[in-house]
């Protein structure tokens, strides 16, 4: 695999209680951030709605910055602005709700026919979702559909860790690695990890599985999305564990004082390149 650990991405969630615009995309590039994570949200980006599909895909065909990846929704929710409501689910035990999440799912990965990108990231469940083994089984069934569907858009599903009994980074391990589905891959998202049992052994889990990430920073207690740096996670140990192939993605939350600035973020990406150069 090409090594792509000079590449800078950021996801869009940094401003995921705005509509997203071409400005907030012009604006990164002129940062220089080389790809950005668009989240899926209907307050922030309606990947149903074909002209918010169509403005964007305009900007990108124009532009050198790349649409990296797609997050898929989590929510039904489509009231601007939030990201809670009943949960987009591919392991939902109720057939109806979970066909209805692997259909919202599809409608996200159709992006790709408009604006190619290469990956989808993806929950595998509910924060309250118990490790129930019918869970499991209607998951693989979900999944065989999607990675299909999104094998024929060039897209690779990636299963993020959260803190769920089921998304735990082995969990997810075991998973791919006993279903082989073809398709399936991990994204590491350092923040969730560090909540629940922490950043370092949970990439050192999920290792050349995870073919994308989310790097954000905490207290060890709470999903605050941070800059790296800024709480408790050890990133000059973090960066030695981490494939080298694996571009930075910085998935960050607007903070009560409009931080982090492109300042901010430029200058941490030069901390990140930096410690992870000094880990080689």
């Known amino acids: 695999m090409t090594n792509h650990s000079n590449r800078r991405l950021l996801s869009t969630y940094r401003w995921i209680s705005h ?5 907030h995309l012009t604006d990164a590039e002129n940062a220089g951030i080389n790809g950005v994570e668009i989240f899926c949200s209907a307050g922030h980006f309606d990947y149903r709605d074909p002209a918010a ?3 964007i895909a305009m900007w990108f065909a124009g532009h050198q910055m790349k649409l990296h990846s797609l997050h898929a929704p989590t929510s039904r929710d489509f009231s601007p602005g939030r990201e809670g409501g009943s949960p987009v689910s591919v392991s ?3 057939r109806v709700r979970r066909l209805d999440a692997v ?3 599809k ?3 159709e992006v790709a026919e408009k604006v190619p990108f290469e990956i989808m990231v993806l929950h595998f469940g509910g924060s309250r979702d118990s490790d129930d083994p019918r869970r499991w089984d209607v998951a693989f069934s979900s999944l065989e ?3 299909i569907f999104a094998r024929q858009r060039g897209v690779t599903l990636a299963l993020e860790n959260t803190p769920s009994e089921m998304a735990k980074p082995g969990n997810l391990r075991h998973f ?3 279903t082989r589905l073809p398709g399936l891959k991990l994204c590491f998202d350092s923040g969730h990890a560090q909540i629940d049992g922490g950043a370092v052994p949970a990439m050192e889990t999920m290792g050349a599985l995870a073919i994308t990430m989310h790097l954000h920073d905490n207290h060890g207690e709470k999903d605050e999305h941070l800059l790296p740096f800024a709480g408790t996670i050890e990133w000059e140990k973090l960066l030695k564990v981490m494939p080298p192939e ?3 993605l910085l998935e960050l939350r607007e903070q009560p004082n409009g931080s982090p600035t492109f300042d901010e973020i430029r200058s941490t990406f030069d901390a990140l390149e930096q410690a992870r150069e000094n880990s080689e």
């Not at 509509?19 to 400005?23: A, G």
């Open 92 to 94: 939902d035990l109720e």
């Open 145 to 147: 559909n999607l990675a």
């Open 107 to 109: 409608r996200a990965l």
């Open 246 to 248: 694996l571009p930075l």
């Open 103 to 105: 259909d919202e799912i």
């Open 176 to 178: 791919i690695e006993d």
């Open 19 to 23: 509509k997203l615009s071409t400005t």
């Open 53 to 55: 599909v169509r403005d």
